[in-house]
Antibody, heavy 118, light 112 residues
Framework: QVQLVESGGGLVKPGGSLRLSCAAS????????MSWIRQAPGKGLEWVSY????????YYADSVKGRFTISRDNAKNSLYLQMNSLRAEDTAVYYC???????????WGQGTLVTVSS | QSVLTQPPSVSGAPGQRVTISCTGS?????????VHWYQQLPGTAPKLLIY???NRPSGVPDRFSGSKSGTSASLAITGLQAEDEADYYC????????????FGTGTKVTVL
């Protein structure tokens, strides 16, 4: 069965960095586009970033552009999100999700909490 | 940053029918892009409920149905059950420069 497991969240000071990982299993990871989506405490869902199956095409939300970097290692069935220059407003649960060919998200991880606070 | 508008809350008694609207614009739903719906139970990750406007993934009860018309979409829950109490989000693709995937503002469904 498809499984996505995020890790790497935690408490970080404003201006700091964090790297999130998402381990995928149960499907051919290299065949699928992937995304990161976040949810601030008590708030709605916000799409963060997208990467194509080969990693050649990448998009970011304006709110993280220039600070976050998405990447993937198909040999390790893993997705990553490098987050730099973190701000308080980046505090959220970060989910990795598999992208469907209809541009929806059919599988989600359990999420990892990132807290940016001094 | 949500560009799809949903009502903050809807409620209904067990067995009733409730609908949730999702209003977009000419750069997303109105441009013909598919709408997807997610259910988020308290303390859990979102789960795909409806994809491609009106299709249910395997395992989703047929009490849930989706439709789309013009710049809007709707999710209907018939025969409302206690376990349907959750947050629901619509989502689509957006062709504007400032967004790629967009989510709705979210709707809390309360079973009275």
């Amino acid at each position: 069965q498809v499984q996505l497991v995020e890790s790497g969240g935690g408490l970080v000071k404003p201006g700091g960095s964090l790297r999130l990982s998402c381990a995928a299993s149960g499907f051919t990871f290299s065949d699928y586009y992937m995304s990161w989506i976040r949810q601030a405490p008590g708030k709605g869902l916000e799409w963060v970033s997208y990467i194509s199956s080969s990693g050649s095409t990448i998009y970011y939300a304006d709110s993280v552009k220039g600070r976050f970097t998405i990447s993937r290692d198909n040999a390790k069935n893993s997705l990553y999100l490098q987050m730099n220059s973190l701000r308080a407003e980046d505090t959220a649960v970060y989910y990795c999700a598999r992208v469907m060919d209809t541009n929806g998200f059919d599988y989600w991880g359990q999420g990892t909490l990132v807290t940016v606070s001094s | 940053q949500s560009v799809l508008t949903q009502p903050p809350s809807v409620s209904g008694a067990p067995g009733q029918r409730v609908t949730i609207s999702c209003t977009g614009s000419s750069s997303n739903i109105g441009a013909g892009y598919d709408v997807h719906w997610y259910q988020q139970l308290p303390g859990t990750a979102p789960k795909l409920l409806i994809y491609g406007n009106s299709n249910r993934p395997s395992g989703v009860p047929d009490r849930f149905s989706g439709s789309k018309s013009g710049t809007s979409a709707s999710l209907a829950i018939t025969g409302l059950q206690a376990e349907d109490e959750a947050d629901y989000y619509c989502q689509s693709y957006d062709s504007s420069l400032s967004a790629f995937y967009v989510f709705g503002t979210g709707t809390k469904v309360t079973v009275l």
